[in-house]
């Protein structure tokens, strides 16, 4: 009997891929990340959006790897300014910058309009594709705050800032399994695995089955 097929992971983030693997314990599929195979170039990311980057990101390392993928963008959304970082949240200030340089921006830049809200959201769109076509797309989000300082150790990226107003504190001060209940990623890959679990086969997917 075949094993369960392979679905790569397009990330070579470590933190992504944890939680990932975690969400995802009970789907029919096994997990691989990019640095489990050959290099593959990274693509640029030219979408305006989210969902853009997450089809393009799907497709492109499908197409490369020949393999079955699921790709991810994510960011952080702050209304005071205009939705930045959006999109460039890993390039935020320069593609360089610390997350510690980045947070300071986002106060000083919070801090210079003292009466606007500091209502902020994660946005992450999930994209699955089979060499060149996409056979399906979620988004998650997961609406908080920015913090008036970076608070917490754990998590990765704009954890330490982003106040989550049910737990009472930022995404880095909880638990693992806090966080993935209710962060971003958690609600599209556990919609990705339920969708997975309810094909008759999780190939079908390679067939662009929704």
């Not at 314990?25 to 050959?38: E, K, R, T, Y």
């Not at 107003?165 to 209710?182: H, N, W």
């Amino acid at each position: 009997m075949s094993g369960p097929p392979t679905l790569l992971v397009a990330t070579t983030n470590p933190g992504k891929l944890r939680e990932i693997r975690a969400l995802m314990s009970d789907a029919p599929v096994h997990l691989i990340g990019l640095s489990d195979i050959p290099p593959i170039a990274e693509p640029e990311e030219t979408g305006s959006t989210f969902e853009e980057n997450a089809r393009l990101k799907a497709t492109y390392y499908a197409a490369q790897s020949g393999l079955w993928t699921v790709a991810e963008d994510s960011g952080l959304v702050v209304d005071a300014l205009g939705g930045e970082p959006g999109v460039f949240s890993a390039r935020f200030l320069r593609p360089d910058a610390s997350y510690g340089e980045r947070f300071a921006e986002i106060f000083r830049r919070l801090n210079a309009q003292p009466n606007q809200s500091r209502t902020a959201r994660f946005v992450a769109a999930l994209a699955s594709a089979d060499r060149d076509h996409v056979v399906y797309e979620t988004t998650g989000v997961v609406e908080g705050e920015i913090a008036d300082a970076p608070k917490g150790s754990g998590g990765f990226g704009y954890d330490p800032i982003f106040f989550y107003p049910p737990y009472g504190s930022t995404l880095a001060e909880v638990s693992e399994p806090e966080k993935i209940a209710v962060a971003h990623r958690g609600v599209a890959f556990r919609k990705f695995s339920e969708w997975l679990k309810g094909l008759p086969r999780a190939s079908e997917a390679s067939r662009g089955e929704r």
